[in-house]
Structure formats: C-alpha cells, structure tokens
C-alpha cells in the first residue's frame, strides 16, 4: 500500500532552519505532484509547498515564500521541505502529500481529492 513518511521535524530557534524530508513508497512515485501541508494551532490546515511531477514547477503560500523550498528526488521517491529564518507562527504539525495534479494543492476546492497524505511531522518554533 502507498506509505508517506515524513522525518526531519524537532524544536528550532526563531531564525533557524530545518529540512523536513518525505519518503515515499508503494507509487509511481515520478507520476505525482508532492507537496505540503500544515496545521497550525488554533488554525485549518494549509497549503505550503507544491513541487510537479517533473520537478520544475513549484508553488508557496505567501506566507512561506523566499523562506521555504520544496525539491523532490525521483530516484530516491522522496520530497524534501527546506525552511529556513523559521518564524514562531511556522509551528505546526506538516503533512506530505501526494496527488496526479499539482492543482489539487493549490485549489481549497480540490484539495479533498488530494490522493495520499502522511502522519505528520512536529515542528516547533520557539522565541
């Protein structure tokens, strides 16, 4: 069955960073957009990061953008999350997902039929 496992998440100082990594198994895994999510506290799940199928088109949410980047290694069928001048409002659990269509990341209304999703990495941003 498909498995999305994320690692790299921990406790970081304000201006830190960290590189969250997802593996994935039991996909053709070249075959689908990879991205992430994450659940802040007090806050809905949201969009943070999307990467195609290819690689070399990704997507941010404002809120991240100039400070994450999301690259993806097909050989090795894992997506990697970097996040650098991490704020205290990044704190948050962060999901990997996978889905055929880079849209089903970006649209509210398609992100339901996002295809696979992983447990879910802490990340906790302290002052």
């Known amino acids: 069955q498909v498995q999305l496992v994320e690692s790299g998440g921990g406790l970081v100082q304000a201006g830190g960073s960290l590189r969250l990594s997802c593996a994935a198994s039991?996909?053709?895994?070249?075959?689908?957009?990879m991205g992430w999510f994450r659940r802040t506290p007090g806050k809905e799940r949201e969009f943070v990061a999307v990467?195609?199928?290819?690689?070399?088109?990704?997507q941010y949410a404002d809120s991240v953008k100039g400070r994450f980047s999301i690259s993806r290694d097909n050989g090795d069928n894992t997506v990697f999350l970097q996040m650098n001048s991490l704020k205290i409002e990044d704190t948050g659990v962060y999901f990997c997902?996978?889905?055929?269509?880079?849209?089903?990341?970006?649209?509210?209304?398609?992100?339901?039929?996002?295809?696979?999703w992983g447990q879910g990495t802490q990340v906790t941003v302290s002052s």
């Open positions: 990467i195609t199928w290819s690689g070399y088109g990704t």
């Open positions: 997902a996978a889905a055929p269509s880079s849209a089903k990341f970006v649209d509210p209304k398609l992100r339901q039929d996002i295809d696979y």
């Open positions: 039991g996909l053709t895994f070249s075959s689908y957009a």
